[in-house]
């Protein structure tokens, strides 16, 4: 799950949640580093298969600072035949409030540079 939240000043934290059988996992940016009203590039790479691995979260081609406010336990939940849900909530109760440009999926993670080339790559669309 991913969703912004903590609005202040004009900015929202990321947030990122993965299900598991015991605890699942949350990690929060530990800045507000999304500018309201502005495009932004989000990428997250996490290894599912290691729960004591922390996500990555980069913003506009950065690794940004993330804090974990609960650590995982238990065995990850498959996802395998569920939906993928963006800009709202599973149960469809929290609603994006802006514009959704892009969504990509991958079965592996990038590393530091080419999400940097991603960034440069698209960024230009959007302003």
Do not use: M
Request: hydrophobic residues 40%; without cysteine.
């Amino acid at each position: 799950v991913l969703n912004v939240e903590a609005e202040a000043a004009g900015k929202v934290k990321v947030n990122f949640d993965i299900v598991t059988g015991g605890n699942d996992g949350e990690w929060i940016t530990t800045a507000a580093e999304v500018t309201l009203n502005a495009w932004a590039q989000v990428i997250i790479t996490y290894n599912s298969t290691i729960l004591t691995t922390d996500p990555i979260i980069y913003i506009n081609g950065s690794a940004v600072g993330v804090t974990e406010s609960i650590i995982p336990t238990g065995a990850r939940v498959t996802d395998a035949g569920g939906d993928v849900t963006v800009g709202n909530d599973a149960t469809q109760a929290v609603t994006t409030d802006g514009t959704i440009g892009e969504v990509l999926i991958y079965n592996r993670a990038f590393s530091p540079r080419e999400i940097q080339d991603i960034y440069i790559a698209t960024n230009w669309r959007y302003k």
